[in-house]
């Protein structure tokens, strides 16, 4: 029996006891049936009874609902979508790129209406997200994303002096994006599984899909025939023969420190609703959580053969020992914390890093997903897509670019193991390029494109 308080911190926090939920009890039918209950499942659910309560919706889960990404993730309920307003411009077109600038950061407002409404006490709190530049090439990489915000004319990013950010070790200036919350992911997920049950929904966990078609869903408990499928298996889909090739699993680490004093927290000059980077290539993020410690993560975690997910790859004693130290390098302040938690999971990485949303009405089988590390939030803008189109409504959402966006296939191994690992060990050398030369990285420039920069 899995002990899901052990998955990460906020498992461990969470107020709910992780009881999990009955599995299917063997064939049934339902008028939509959802696989998977992270967040992109279970909004889909909570949306679509919102516009047809009569609906009889069924939820398929292999684990719990929030076993995976969105239970485990870094609390940034943020406006970011992994395709930049320029690549989604040169793509589709300006208008339909900014309409999807705007509806990203409509979302964050959203997602904080909808927790107001349901008395999902995650601690959503919307403090912006401040990246700091802390070498002349990251303040040029600062400078040049608030110029294109500003030409494009729909976020709101501005710069901030030094002083304003005097508490991160060695920050010459930042940018700041007010469109960003923070939130404790494992709360938002249980508690929208309860509101979504309390409106109507059954969610089976313990119950393993292993294959869908149109109409119908196969089960390690029985068969589920539904006139619409939804997928809703983000990184995981790599691990089922139908979606192998469509996803790669992307391992993201997470630590978190005992609470720190608010003398400390203000010498960072980290508010509550915070959340922070900067403009190293191998991401990191962090935010202040809700009891004052620091949740702290990043990449760096290697890909693995043939897109293997297994409970070991969520720790890596390495990466683990990389944050730690980024961590203290950024805020001194915290070198003596102690690191209480250490955790990580699997996200989903499209071909093109181009999240999208789909649904065939022939078939009747949609999906949502390819968020990469930015699905907290699109997972609700996702969810409020798919049940316009299962219940075929024409609205705007549905007129957003990233709907029937198809991606490229994964290359088949050995390739996608070489170009994933390369792409990572690229963005760490780009990083100690960038130390030595104060330069642009070129292996940056060269790699860039292809892991998502
Ligand atoms: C460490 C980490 C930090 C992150 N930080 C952030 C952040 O700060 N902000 C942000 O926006 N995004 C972040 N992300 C990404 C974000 O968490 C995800 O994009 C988002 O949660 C995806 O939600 P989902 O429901 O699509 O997928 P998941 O939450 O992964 O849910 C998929 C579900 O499918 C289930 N499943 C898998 N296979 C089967 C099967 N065969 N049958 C039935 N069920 C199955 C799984 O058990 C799981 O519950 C982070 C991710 C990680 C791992």
Known sequence: MTDYRSLSFWHDTVEDDLTPRPPLPGDTTADVAIIGAGLTGLWTAYYL??????LHVVLLEKNIAGFGASGRNG????????????????????EPALAMRRAMISTVDEVGRVVAAESIDCGFTRG??????????????????????????????EMLDPDAVAGANGALGASFDPACARLHPAALVRGLARVVEARGATIHEHTEVLDWQSGSVSTTRGRVRAARVVVATEGYGATLPKTHRR???????????????????????????????????????GQRTADNRVAFGGRGARYHWGSSIQPRFDRSSAVFKHLRRALSELFPQTADAEVTHRWGGPLGVPRDWHASVTFDPASGIASAGGYVGDGLSTTNLAGRTLADLLTGADTDLTRL??????????EPEPLRFAGSNLGMLAMRAADAEERVTSRPSFAAKIMGPLVGH
């Open 401 to 410: 670019p990233w709907v029937n966006h198809r991606s490229p296939s994964w």
């Open 128 to 157: 912006g997200t401040v990246s700091f530049a802390r070498s002349a090439v990251q303040l040029a990489a600062a400078l040049a994303e608030v110029e294109e915000a500003d030409r494009y004319g729909v976020d709101e990013l």
């Open 75 to 94: 609390g940034w309920c943020s406006a970011l979508f992994p395709a930049s307003t320029a690549s989604l411009e040169r793509r589709h077109g300006r």
């Open 49 to 54: 009874l919102e516009r047809d309560p009569s």
């Open 247 to 285: 996803i790669l699993p992307l391992y993201s680490l997470m630590i978190a420190t005992e609470p720190l004093d608010d003398s400390t927290w203000d010498s960072m000059g980290v508010s509550h609703g915070r959340t922070f980077t900067d403009f190293r290539h191998l991401l990191v993020y």
